[in-house]
């Protein structure tokens, strides 16, 4: 069978890419590995000095970078960015990752409707935003590829992190649609959903006091990777055409756990939960 994605087949190699929330952790790792390839990167954040700290790193790394404010839960900048990457980097784009977002706990009765809409802006929407302004653009060219960071968080379903669980829950469905309505066009998904990964999401969110310091202790002692290898490996899976990528042991096991028996997981985060609670 010829090769479903013949113009490019290895899409993070020498690639015209976009990436959201670059101006750290996984995001600055994607800019990072994607210009040790040969690309050339816009990262976009909303922060545009760190945005541009990455830049300084993107060439240190043999790429070229350009630094572009966004704020990805604002249709009309996402729109903007769409409509300037492409004479920003002088070619256009062709792989977007959608990377921005924000980490939120606490239990149901305490989160307000303003965090939802929060969360759900930047995680969901900006993942939303990103597909749309770009999609259409992959079709009239003929390929691309595209990166959706969601988290395990989509499947684990974890207590008292309702409302970040059903921003990557809609991050992963989103994804797994994507993938098989696209593929006709020669543009390939792939959804990232990772565990724990030493980014500043904990810093940059908002979780409860009691629980910030145990998550932050965690991100940097239980990761069990770092974020330059786990946007090495979601890259080496896209150029491979896989749609999932769960870099982690625990991931892998939370995903066959849930899978082998949906109701059994239940009981079982249920059970646990009550020694934690």
């Known amino acids: 069978m010829i090769g479903l994605f013949k113009a490019r087949p290895r899409p993070s190699h020498n690639a015209c890419a976009v990436v959201t929330g670059a101006g750290s952790g996984i995001g600055r790792s994607f800019a990072l590995t994607l210009a040790r390839r040969g690309g050339a990167v816009l990262c976009a954040d909303i922060d545009l000095a760190a945005a541009e700290e990455t830049v300084a790193f ?5 790429g070229t970078g350009v630094a572009f404010e966004c704020d990805v839960s ?8 769409a ?22 706990g606490g239990k149901i009765d305490d989160m307000s409707l303003d965090d939802w809409k929060w ?12 597909c749309h302004y770009f999609v259409p653009k992959f079709k009239q060219q003929g390929f691309g590829a595209i990166v959706n960071v969601a988290s395990a968080a989509s ?7 309702s409302v970040y669980n059903v921003t990557k829950a809609g991050v992963g469905a989103l994804s797994e649609t994507l993938s098989a309505e696209l593929r006709k066009h020669n543009i390939r998904v792939n ?8 980014t500043n999401i904990i810093k940059s969110g908002r979780i409860p006091g009691r629980y910030a310091k145990l998550a932050d202790t965690a991100l940097m002692n239980y990761a069990l990777t770092t974020s330059d290898k786990v946007a090495k490996l979601t890259l080496d899976r896209l150029d491979k055409g896989y749609l999932y990528t769960t870099p982690q042991v625990d991931a892998k096991l939370f995903w066959w756990f849930k899978r082998a028996s949906p109701s059994l997981y239940a009981r079982f985060l249920g059970f646990s939960y009550r020694f934690v609670s």
Not at 58 to 62: D, H, K
Not at 95 to 104: E, K
């Open 83 to 104: 409509s300037q990457a492409e004479k920003l980097l002088g070619q256009p784009v062709t792989l977007l990752v959608n990377n921005a977002g924000v980490g939120l």
């Open 58 to 62: 993107v060439s240190e790394a043999g």
């Open 74 to 81: 604002k249709a009309a900048q996402v729109r903007r960015l």
């Open 191 to 198: 959804v990232l959903c990772p565990t724990l990964v030493p």
């Open 119 to 130: 969360c759900m802006g930047i995680n969901l929407w900006g993942a939303i935003h990103g």
């Open 155 to 161: 499947y684990t379903a974890a207590p008292e992190m």
